[in-house]
């Protein structure tokens, strides 16, 4: 029971699919189900954090990324976990967060693509220092040192 009450402030607090959370639900014996489905915006979130996985090692490897991936444009319509509203601070980061990563591929830019790429993630980490700070130590090493 414990457990369990331990369980539910993590969630409250996190207020998101963390990846410590989760490790939470597998550790405990005692809490047999799982409460873990990915949402749409999940989906979305790890298809996100892969691409940028992808194209750090290009900009380190000197090339020049110079596609932008349309279906991120989804992160304005992605059902979120438990069909959560998006509120205004999540649609305001969301646009930002487009916006810098489009800046990636602009090849007219004069900011250095690093940092354009650093730009970009640092928006994934200000939207999740407000709505979902579990996965921030993962997203922090995204950037490009
Ligand atoms: C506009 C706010 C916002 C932005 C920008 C954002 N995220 Fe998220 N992220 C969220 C929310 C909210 C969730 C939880 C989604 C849900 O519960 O449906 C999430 C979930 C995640 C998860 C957890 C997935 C899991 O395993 O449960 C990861 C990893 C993640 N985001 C990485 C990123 C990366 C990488 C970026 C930037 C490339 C990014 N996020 C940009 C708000 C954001």
């Given amino acids: 029971m414990r457990n369990l009450v331990f369980l539910f402030s993590v969630i409250l607090f996190v207020s998101c699919n963390s990846s410590e959370e989760k490790e939470i639900v597998k550790n405990d014996e005692e809490f047999v189900f799982d409460m873990y489905e990915p949402s749409e915006m999940t989906h979305l979130m790890l298809s996100m954090y ?3 996985e992808k194209i750090k090692k290009e900009i380190i490897a000197g090339n020049t990324p ?6 991120f444009l ?5 059902e979120l976990t438990d069909n959560k509203p998006y509120n205004d601070i999540f649609k305001a980061y969301s646009k930002v967060y487009i916006d810098n990563e489009r800046a990636i591929f602009d ?3 004069e ?3 690093k940092q354009r790429y650093n730009n970009a993630i640092n928006t994934c980490i200000s939207c999740h220092s407000t709505e979902c700070v579990g996965p921030i130590s993962r997203i922090e090493k995204l ?3």
């Fill in 111 to 113: 900011i250095p693509i």
């Fill in 143 to 145: 950037l490009i040192k």
């Fill in 66 to 71: 110079d596609k932008f991936p349309k279906e």
């Fill in 50 to 52: 892969d691409f940028n």
């Fill in 74 to 78: 989804d992160i304005f319509t992605a």
């Fill in 107 to 109: 090849g007219t830019s």
